[in-house]
């Protein structure tokens, strides 16, 4: 399945800090491209462009050979772009059906009714607990329901921001099935990931960011195999252990939470 999201010279500011410079990278439908880097890279600041939040101050964002760029949140993801932010970022104070049904306003009832279903076999977890307040969720929960929000938009191309951060392996493996299969029915996804070898597992092509430039772009399984090279992209030296340093989370993150599952 042809078509793309096409990032094309991406600057952006936050305030006097530049945050993006000249940024080009390509996430094609049917795939699982990786966007990886330290923290204070940019990923978050290119998210937040790729999802409307962020207006850039130079370059372009196109959807299938579509101009998307400053467009509104609610328009991108109607063209067909759903952001999963970092944090696992639900309405905390609405149910999970209250959830589900943010965004889709503007379709019929019907129409409503067929989307939830959909992504509730996905995740029959949720739809236990439909009439559960989503603050009650637990960690892995929220992030399911995360992802579900983007998912029943029916969108083209999905952007995950640290998948797995915080959250149980088993969760994270269930997860990142859920990543896999929507590559292979077609959706674009570009993974953010904290757990570099994670995401190398599962892309297929990989991009690294440094102080808002790309400084490494390749097939992910190559890099997976230079551990050396993507310890230069972060870090500038290969004074490092890439695999302490690069390839594993940080100390404590992504051993999981009570009651993550």
């Not at 993006?20 to 890279?41: F, K």
């Not at 959909?118 to 992030?143: C, I, N, T, W, Y």
């Amino acid at each position: 399945m042809s078509g793309s999201v096409a990032v094309a010279g991406l600057s952006a500011r936050r305030g006097r800090k530049t945050v993006l410079d000249g940024v080009s990278i390509e996430v094609p439908r049917g795939e699982i491209t990786a966007l990886l880097g330290s923290n204070g890279a940019g990923k978050s600041s290119l998210v937040a462009v790729l999802g409307g939040l962020l207006a850039p101050s130079a370059g372009s964002v196109s959807l299938d050979g579509t101009p998307i760029t400053g467009l509104s949140p609610e328009r991108i993801r109607r063209a067909g772009l759903a952001v999963v932010p970092e944090g696992h970022r639900v309405l905390t104070d609405l149910t999970i059906a209250d959830n589900l049904r943010v965004g889709l306003s503007h379709l019929r009832r019907r129409e409503q009714g067929s989307r939830t279903d959909a992504v509730l076999e996905r995740f029959p977890e949720l739809g236990e607990r439909l009439g559960q307040d989503a603050g009650s969720l637990s960690g892995g929960q929220q992030q399911m329901l995360a992802i579900a929000q983007a998912l029943v938009a029916e969108p083209r191309y999905v952007v995950v921001d640290e998948l797995s951060l915080g959250l149980a392996p088993i969760v994270v493996d269930r997860l990142r099935d859920v990543l896999v299969e929507l590559a292979a029915g077609g959706v674009g996804v570009l993974l953010i990931e904290q757990f570099t070898m994670l995401a190398l597992s599962i892309s297929t092509r990989a991009y690294v960011l440094r102080n808002g430039r790309l400084v490494l772009e390749g097939a992910a399984e190559e890099l997976r195999e230079e551990p050396s090279t993507l310890a230069d992209a972060y870090l500038e030296t290969s004074h490092v252990d890439p695999a302490r340093d690069i390839l594993s989370p940080a100390s404590g993150e992504g051993s999981g939470e009570a009651g993550a599952q």
